[in-house]
């Protein structure tokens, strides 16, 4: 029986589980563990690796960790991979992933993905250099999720004084543009090994600008194909300008039906009903049929 280790913390276990479900059918069982949980012994002859006390033997790694885990899951993934065994979501792609300067980085380097420029400054910049981006803008937490610390700034005095403010934070942020959304909605399209599989909508409460399902914004689901194909097309580009083979894109059309990449997360939500009511199970359902391809791929 082949095991497949998720990296992560506890507080999104039940959407590893849905996965670890989908699995079983091939035999297949799952396990979540924090990084910081993992001892490591390394000798000459190799590298063991334990979990609460017992050996850890996984035939696959996901690496799902952010924040305080990051690190140390880049560490533990590197020891695997040089025991070969195979990660999805290698360190480089989490540590991008979760900076999202970087990441932007790739976006804005990547053709045929229109993404936004940015600016990540030590203090308060210039007018005359701030205009280069432009107002409104938005300044977000360089290392942020789920609508989190998001500031929007009409004026170049609304943002001096957030600045200000905010000088010893600086670090944390950098600002881009903000577009208008057609229809103040923009959509997360989850790609799975680099191919677009599930869509849904999104729209902020009560009209707010902020979409993230995580600030009370409404969802709906729909299949991929609803989508514009030049939208869906962007996506799939962008995941793999990010290197991240199962990842969820968030892109939104602009007042003149135009699509753009807003980022993109490489530790997406897998289980779509926690957020959706009624949502179907077609991410962990992907998920987990990439992972078993992954596992087998070389057995044929």
């Known amino acids: 029986m082949r095991n497949?280790?998720?990296?992560?913390?506890?507080?999104?276990?039940?959407?590893?589980?849905?996965?670890?479900e989908k699995l079983s059918v091939w035999d297949i069982t799952g396990v979540t563990a924090k990084p910081r949980e993992i001892s490591v012994i390394n000798t000459?002859?190799?590298?063991?690796?334990?979990?609460?006390?017992?050996?850890?033997?996984?035939?696959?790694?996901?690496?799902?960790?952010?924040?305080?885990?990051?690190?140390?899951?880049?560490?533990?993934?590197?020891?695997?991979?040089?025991?070969?065994?195979?990660?999805?979501?290698?360190?480089?792609?989490?540590?991008?992933?979760?900076?999202?300067?970087?990441?932007s980085a790739m976006?804005?380097?990547?053709?045929?993905?229109?993404?936004?420029p940015y600016f990540k400054f030590p203090s308060l910049p210039a007018e005359e250099e701030i205009n280069r981006i432009g107002f409104p803008l938005v300044a977000k937490p360089v290392?942020?999720?789920?609508?989190?610390?998001?500031?929007k700034f009409n004026s170049y005095q609304e943002f001096s004084d957030w600045v200000q403010q905010n000088e010893k934070y600086l670090d944390d942020y950098y600002v881009q543009p903000y577009i208008p959304k057609l229809n103040n909605e923009d959509?997360?399209?989850?790609?799975?090994?680099?191919v677009a599989r599930y869509a849904y909508s999104r729209r902020g409460a009560n009209g707010s600008w902020i979409t993230n399902l995580m600030k009370e914004g409404t969802g709906k689901t729909f299949t991929v194909d609803i989508l514009p194909e030049d939208l869906v097309v962007m996506a799939e580009k962008s995941s793999r300008a990010a290197?991240?083979?199962?990842?969820?894109?968030?892109?939104?059309?602009?007042?003149?039906?135009?699509p753009f990449i807003i980022e993109i997360n490489t530790c997406p939500a897998i289980k779509i009903s926690r957020y959706i009511p009624g949502a179907d199970t077609l991410v962990e359902q992907a998920y987990a049929e990439f992972i078993y391809q992954e596992l087998t791929k070389n057995e044929r």
């Open 107 to 116: 976006l804005n380097a990547a053709e045929g993905v229109r993404h936004l």
């Open 44 to 103: 000459l002859s190799g590298t063991e690796f334990f979990f609460r006390g017992a050996p850890l033997y996984p035939d696959l790694v996901v690496g799902y960790a952010y924040e305080d885990d990051l690190l140390t899951a880049i560490k533990l993934m590197k020891l695997w991979q040089m025991t070969g065994i195979t990660v999805l979501n290698h360190g480089n792609t989490l540590f991008c992933g979760q900076n999202k300067d970087l990441s």
């Open 4 to 20: 497949v280790l998720f990296l992560s913390d506890y507080e999104d276990e039940i959407e590893y589980q849905a996965v670890f």
């Open 187 to 194: 959509y997360r399209v989850v790609v799975v090994n680099y």
């Open 143 to 151: 290392n942020g999720a789920c609508g989190r610390g998001l500031f």
């Open 243 to 258: 290197n991240s083979p199962f990842c969820g894109v968030d892109v939104a059309l602009d007042e003149t039906g135009t």
